[in-house]
C-alpha cells in the first residue's frame, strides 16, 4: 500500500523535516505541493515530487484532489486550524507542525474534525523520537522513577533568534520562544510524566534583549522594530495531583545554562535528566549513584551524520499508523494540553494572576 502525500507550506520546516524524511519512505508518493508563493512550491515540487506532482498556490484547490490520502501543514501557526479542519473535512489524514494551533479554542476544533471524519490526526514533536526520549521513556512507562513529582522543560538559547519568515510576527506566531521551542520541551515533558491534567499556570514573559540593534546572534542580527514577540518566557505548572513543571524557554538570553527541548525529572524512586546525555541519579544500599545511559547515536536535529533521524522515525511511526490503523505516537488530545498550558502562561503574563484550567 502506498499513500499520496501533499504538502501545504513548502518553507523551512518543509523543506528541513517533512519532505526529506517523507522521501526516505518507501510507500510514500509525494504528490502535491502547495504554497502562497508558488516558487517554493515548484521548487519542492521538483526536488521531492512525483514525476506528476502537482503544484497549487490556493490550498483548497489541492485538497478537492481525491487521490491524496495524506496533507502535512507546514505553514504559520495562525493557519493550521484552518487548513486542518478543512483537510480532515476533506477526507484526508493529516500531520500538522507544531504548535498544534495559537489557541486551545482551535486546537479542540481540529480535534473534532478528525473524530467527525473518523480520520487521523496528529502533532509535529518530532522530539519524541529522539534515541534518549525514547528509552527515557520506556524507562517512565517501567516505573522506574517511581511517581514523577517534578519536571523541569527547558528550551533555553543564549543568542539564537530566527530572523527569516513570520518568526517575529505576533499575529502569525501567537508568540516568539514559548510557543516555539518551549512547546517542545514542554510535550517531552508532559509525555515522560503522563501527567495531563493541569491546574493551574503562572508565566511571566520577556521582551528585554529583542529590543536591541546590532545584537549578536547566530542568524545575524534582529530588528528591533519587526521583533513583535517575547525573547524569553517561563512558566511554573501545577497539576491536579500536585506535581510541579517548570518551563523555561528563551531566544536570547544573558545565559549559559543552555540546552533545548530537554527535560528532567524527579520521582520517588530516581531521578534522570537530558543534560549530558541520558544520566540517571537515585539511591541504592544507602548509597547515592550517577548512572549515564550509553545511547548508540542519540543524533542531533537537523545535522548529518551517523545518528538516530528523529524526523524520519516519526514520518515512519505516522504513516505506518495510517497503513496499519494504529494509534498515533503524538496523541491529539495530548497535544491540545500543551496548548492550552502555553496560552494559560500567555495570559498569566498579561494579568500577572495565576491561570486556573
Known amino acids: 500500500m502506498s499513500l499520496n502525500v501533499g504538502i501545504i507550506g513548502c518553507g523551512g520546516i518543509a523543506n528541513g523535516k517533512h519532505l526529506p524524511?517523507?522521501?526516505k519512505l518507501d510507500d510514500v508518493d509525494i504528490v502535491a505541493f502547495c504554497d502562497i508563493d508558488v516558487e517554493?512550491?515548484?521548487?519542492?515540487?521538483?526536488?521531492?515530487?512525483t514525476e506528476n506532482a502537482k503544484v497549487y498556490k490556493d490550498y483548497k484547490k489541492l485538497l478537492k484532489d481525491s487521490s491524496i490520502d495524506v496533507i502535512h501543514v507546514c505553514t504559520p501557526n495562525n493557519s493550521h486550524k484552518d487548513i486542518t479542519v478543512d483537510a480532515l473535512d476533506a477526507g484526508k489524514h493529516v500531520m500538522c507542525e507544531k504548535p498544534m494551533a495559537k489557541t486551545a479554542k482551535d486546537a479542540q476544533q481540529m480535534i473534532d474534525a478528525a473524530e467527525r471524519n473518523n480520520k487521523k490526526l496528529t502533532i509535529g514533536y518530532q522530539n519524541r523520537f529522539r534515541a534518549d526520549s525514547q528509552h527515557l521513556h520506556k524507562m517512565t512507562e517501567r516505573g522506574d522513577l517511581g511517581d514523577i513529582y517534578y519536571g523541569k522543560a527547558q528550551a533555553i538559547r543564549r543568542r539564537a533568534v530566527p530572523t527569516w519568515g513570520v518568526?517575529?510576527?505576533e499575529e502569525k506566531q501567537g508568540g516568539g520562544p514559548l510557543i516555539d521551542i518551549g512547546t517542545h520541551a514542554l510535550d517531552l515533558t508532559l509525555w515522560m510524566m503522563n501527567n495531563y491534567e493541569p491546574e493551574s499556570v503562572m508565566g511571566s514573559t520577556f521582551h528585554k534583549l529583542g529590543k536591541k540593534e546590532n545584537a549578536?546572534?547566530?542568524?545575524?542580527?534582529w530588528d528591533p522594530n519587526k521583533f513583535k514577540v517575547e525573547?524569553?518566557?517561563?512558566?511554573?505548572?501545577k497539576m491536579k495531583n500536585g506535581a510541579t513543571i517548570v518551563l523555561e524557554s528563551?531566544?536570547?538570553l544573558n545565559s549559559l545554562d543552555v540546552d533545548e527541548a530537554k527535560c528532567s525529572l524527579s520521582g520517588t524512586e530516581g531521578g534522570a535528566d537530558m543534560k549530558d546525555g541520558l544520566r540517571i541519579n537515585g539511591e541504592d544500599l544507602g548509597e547515592l549513584y550517577t548512572s549515564?545511559?550509553?545511547l548508540d547515536n542519540p543524533g542531533v536535529d537537523f545535522y548529518e551524520g551517523d545518528k538516530v533521524d528523529e524526523a524520519v522515525e516519526e514520518a515512519r511511526a505516522w504513516i505506518d499508523s495510517i497503513i496499519n490503523d494504529t494509534e498515533v505516537v503524538v496523541k491529539p488530545k495530548e497535544a491540545l494540553v500543551v496548548t492550552e498550558i502555553l496560552e494559560a502562561i500567555y495570559e498569566s503574563a498579561k494579568t500577572g494572576k495565576a491561570v486556573y484550567l
Open 21 to 23: 524524511s517523507l522521501s
Open 216 to 221: 549578536a546572534n547566530a542568524w545575524g542580527p
Open 231 to 237: 525573547d524569553s518566557a517561563f512558566g511554573f505548572i
Open 167 to 169: 518568526f517575529l510576527d
Open 40 to 49: 517554493k512550491a515548484e521548487l519542492a515540487a521538483e526536488s521531492y515530487g
Open 292 to 294: 549515564k545511559i550509553e
Open 250 to 252: 528563551s531566544w536570547a
